[in-house]
């Protein structure tokens, strides 16, 4: 399978922007994707999750409230739509695909090491 982490770019302090992870190859409808980022200088972090059915989301605490991750199974995408942006949010964003079974079910796993297929990174930028 391979996935294709979309949507990034340069914004402001307090903007938006929408990030799309788009399968292909394989589906990945039974299984949950999670986002992650990495700043420069810094190691990967986990930003958001979603279970395979859309039933059940989590959010590292720094995003909370402000990011909402979703999907669309018929069209094979992950979204994660990013709200009231901060500069500490500057960071290359990577979507991947939860092991298979690893309980795809519950979407609070957030260990880099539950996921083995991943997008090639976006660029979020976010100016002061």
């Known amino acids: 399978v391979q996935l294709q982490a979309s949507g990034g770019g340069l914004v402001q302090a307090g903007g938006s922007l929408r990030l799309s992870c788009e399968a292909s190859?394989?589906?990945?409808?039974?299984?949950?994707v999670g986002w992650f980022r990495q700043a420069p200088g810094e190691e990967r972090e986990f930003v958001s999750a979603?279970?395979?059915?859309?039933?059940?989301?989590y959010y590292a605490g720094s995003v909370k409230g402000r990011f909402t991750i979703s999907r669309d199974n018929r069209e094979n995408t992950v979204y994660l739509q990013m709200n009231s942006l901060k500069p500490e949010d500057t960071a290359v964003y990577y979507c991947?695909?939860?092991?298979?079974?690893?309980?795809?079910?519950?979407?609070?796993?957030?260990?880099?090491?539950?996921?083995?297929?991943w997008g090639q990174g976006t660029l979020v930028t976010v100016s002061s």
């Open positions: 991947a695909r939860r092991r298979a079974n690893y309980d795809n079910n519950n979407a609070a796993r957030i260990s880099a090491d539950d996921y083995d297929y």
């Open positions: 979603i279970n395979w059915s859309g039933s059940h989301t």
């Open positions: 190859g394989r589906t990945f409808i039974s299984y949950a």
